[in-house]
């Protein structure tokens, strides 16, 4: 062990020049961390750029909810077939009118044969059959006593109000439809703006790892994890935008568009909930729901068509009056005139008639059924969808505390990796939690909205 007296003038030089690297080494490095630019400069990228072309022409843009129900009262496939259902109810009663009005025909033929009897008669010779005979006739049927026919004219007409109460309930389903359709697109064009954002986040966290290695600090592990953080950045933009692209297509088939569509961004969310109740008034009861009421309205014609089957046992009464006119009659006036009365009663059938009573009665009680089964879809429905509003808007307001906190704990990371604390561990694992976190906030955001305008639309009579 050396002493204060055995030191030497070199040994002494030499350990006061070890001290003072010592000290130095340390406050040079500190001195390099504290000096590294915090701030990344702008990146450019091409997958920056908004969606749409090369895939997808430029979508045509939906400014309010009235907007597309006139597209869809004028252009939708589902809604104009709808509508001529009723068309089509209202043709079949007018079918069911027929056989209780009277039925006129007419005749015209031409005769010619070709071998003739001949049989002297007196002074002349009659050939029978004539050569020639041009015949015209009017011939007219009427059934006016007919209890079957009546009784299902009388059920055609019910069935008319049975389709237009089920044509009310496609509107409430169409209308759905539409909302649904409205804020998907919506919700996935704010996706996709945010996955730009979070590529162009990860573009300058993979700049500040890259300038933090030129400074000497980190690793290729961290540049590395950086470049991953990139692509699954760049993964996310590329599935929002088909999201986004899809979204689009399914508005244009509910509006009835050849062309992609779109929602205006600055759609104003409270103001489209009050334009969707204006439009699809909200039911006291949910008896009067459309699809209960058309339920109810076929248990009824159900038992009419089961009275209907027992009706075709009841005799019908009719007349038929016919008149011909024969250019070459044989032994008869040129003109004749007929008149018959027809009563008609069925004894056998060959098992028809019992065998449209038993499908009648099973049909009754499948309508029933299906009456049960559609008041308890109503039933559960409603107070889903009531449920619905309250779920979304806890799960929003805890999303967007998720969001708040992760955007605060990646700034947080950024700033600290940048002078040289933390790892890239840190750095890409918050990055993913700030994107997921804003992505779900978005979503949580329309889910509300259409919970919303759901519980609206579950119990509601739509007239548009």
């Not at 006036?333 to 056998?348: G, I, W």
């Not at 028809?352 to 109503?378: I, K, S």
């Amino acid at each position: 062990m050396l002493t204060r007296m055995q030191m030497t003038p070199t040994t002494l030089a030499f350990l006061t020049f070890t001290v003072v690297v010592a000290f130095a080494v340390p406050a040079v490095a500190q001195q390099n961390e504290t000096d590294l630019p915090v701030r990344v400069p702008d990146v450019s990228d091409p997958m920056l750029a908004p969606p749409g072309a090369p895939y997808q022409a430029e979508p045509v843009v939906i400014a309010s909810w009235n907007e597309a129900l006139a597209r869809v009262r004028t252009r939708s496939p589902e809604y104009v077939s709808t509508i001529k259902n009723i068309d089509r109810a209202e043709a079949q009663a007018r079918i069911a009118l027929a056989p209780l009005l009277p039925i006129l025909t007419g005749q015209a033929a031409y005769t010619h044969s070709f071998k003739q009897l001949q049989i002297p008669l007196g002074s002349t010779v009659l050939s029978l059959p004539p050569e020639n005979v041009g015949t015209l006739g009017v011939s007219a049927t009427w059934t006016p006593i007919d209890a079957r026919a009546y009784y299902d004219w009388e059920t055609a007409k019910r069935a008319v109000d049975v389709t237009a109460f089920d044509t009310e309930d496609r509107r409430r389903q169409i209308a759905i439809d539409v909302v649904s359709s409205m804020l998907a697109t919506l919700s996935t064009a704010r996706v996709a703006d945010l996955n730009r954002v979070g590529l162009r986040a990860a573009l300058e966290r993979q700049g500040l790892t890259e300038t933090r290695f030129t400074y000497g600090q980190g690793s290729s592990l961290d540049i590395d994890r950086a470049k991953k953080d990139v692509a699954d950045a760049r993964r996310l933009v590329v599935a929002g935008d088909e999201s986004l692209r899809i979204a689009r297509e399914r508005l244009a088939i509910t509006l009835g568009s050849p062309a992609p569509m779109t929602v205006a961004t600055n759609l104003d969310l409270d103001g489209f909930e009050r334009a969707v109740s204006a439009t699809c008034r909200l039911n006291d009861a949910l008896e009067s729901r459309p699809d209960v009421v058309a339920a109810r309205s076929r248990v009824d014609l159900a038992k009419r068509a089961v009275t209907s089957a027992k009706l075709a046992l009841v005799p019908t009464a009719g007349v038929q009056a016919q008149a011909e006119h024969s250019t070459n009659p044989t032994l008869g006036p040129d003109n004749t005139y007929s008149f018959t009365a027809v009563v008609t009663v069925p004894f056998y059938d060959g098992g028809l008639r019992y065998g449209q009573l038993r499908d009648a009665r099973a049909a009754e009680e499948q309508a029933r059924a299906a009456l049960d089964e559609t008041r308890l879809n109503a039933i559960m429905g409603a107070a889903r969808a009531k449920r619905a509003v309250d779920v979304a808007r806890t799960e929003r307001d805890v999303s967007k505390t998720e969001r708040d906190l992760a955007a605060q704990i990646d700034t947080v990371t950024r700033d600290a990796y940048a002078r040289g604390h933390g790892t890239s561990l840190d750095l890409v694992t918050s990055a993913e939690q700030l994107r997921s976190a804003e992505i779900n906030l978005v979503l949580l955001d329309f889910q509300y909205a259409e919970a919303r305008a759901s519980a609206v639309l579950e119990n509601a009579q739509c007239t548009f």
